[in-house]
């Protein structure tokens, strides 16, 4: 079973917003580096964003200029939470969004094979 788990997608219409969520009860996210992925339909699995923790700083890394300034990534150490927060979405966003996760010490990657930890995934439709 997933040792992460995703939610907050659904169905919404252009220009709309939608908060992702990625929650753990086995993984204590302190020492994790996590990152959001993406996947279309008939397309491969594509890194959103991403954020690692060197000391008490978080960093986050962004992967696609098409997602950038509209996409923002957020830590809850108190809930042991991610948020991936979606705005103007457009119909090209519309994918399967997964969480990922590898220990501290590793960076960021926007390859799949950079993470040891995979959610199932949280449907995010762009429609009108």
């Known amino acids: 079973q997933s040792p992460l788990v995703e939610s907050g997608g659904g169905f919404v219409q252009p220009g709309g917003s939608l908060t992702l969520s990625c929650t753990s009860s086995r993984l204590s996210f302190n020492y994790y580096t996590i990152a959001w992925?993406?996947?279309?339909?008939?397309?491969?699995?594509e890194g959103v964003s991403c954020i690692s923790r060197s000391g008490n700083s978080d960093h986050i890394t962004e992967y696609a200029d098409t997602m950038?300034?509209?996409?923002?990534?957020?830590?809850?150490?108190?809930?042991?939470?991610?948020?991936?927060?979606?705005?103007?979405?457009?119909?090209?966003?519309?994918?399967?969004?997964f969480c990922a996760a590898v220990r501290s010490g590793?960076?960021?990657?926007?390859y799949v094979e950079g993470y040891d930890y995979w959610g199932q995934g949280t449907q995010v439709t762009v429609s009108s």
Do not use: I
């Open 37 to 45: 992925f993406r996947q279309a339909p008939g397309k491969e699995r």
């Open 68 to 97: 950038k300034g509209r996409f923002t990534f957020s830590r809850d150490d108190a809930n042991n939470a991610v948020y991936l927060r979606l705005n103007s979405l457009k119909p090209e966003d519309t994918a399967v969004y």
């Open 106 to 110: 590793y960076a960021c990657s926007a």
